[in-house]
């Protein structure tokens, strides 16, 4: 069983920073890309940003470009989000997936792997 626990979130202010992990506790799986997506009340879940295991391939939303940076390191099979500037319509729960097979993409259906989820909160 592949799991993946996501950590750090919580409630800040607006120009604030929070950094998010997300560790994939079984080491024998090897995601292709791990992901970050969110999805406020009423809407749909959306990519955040995307990093393939090696690094070498990023994606990252218009809306958190400049803002929010991902990072992975192997050694910890872990990925991070760091998230500076944040906004109140940053605020959403954010879900750490993992990606088996190329090509890196956005679309929530291509990952095979979910993490529960961590809330964000952002006050203005």
């Known amino acids: 069983q592949v799991q993946l626990v996501e950590s750090g979130g919580g409630l800040v202010q607006a120009g604030g920073s929070l950094r998010l992990s997300c560790t994939v506790s079984r080491r024998i799986f090897t995601p292709f890309a791990l992901g970050w997506f969110r999805q406020a009340p009423g809407k749909d879940r959306e990519c955040v940003a995307a990093i393939t295991r090696s690094g070498g391939r990023i994606y990252s939303a218009d809306s958190v470009k400049g803002r929010f940076t991902i990072s992975i390191d192997n050694a910890k099979n872990t990925v991070y989000l760091q998230m500076n500037s944040l906004k109140p319509e940053d605020t959403a729960v954010y879900y750490c997936?993992?990606?088996?097979?190329?090509?890196?993409?956005?679309?929530?259906?291509?990952?095979?792997?979910w993490g529960q989820g961590t809330q964000v909160t952002v006050s203005s």
């Open positions: 997936a993992a990606e088996s097979h190329p090509p890196l993409t956005a679309r929530a259906d291509e990952y095979d792997y």
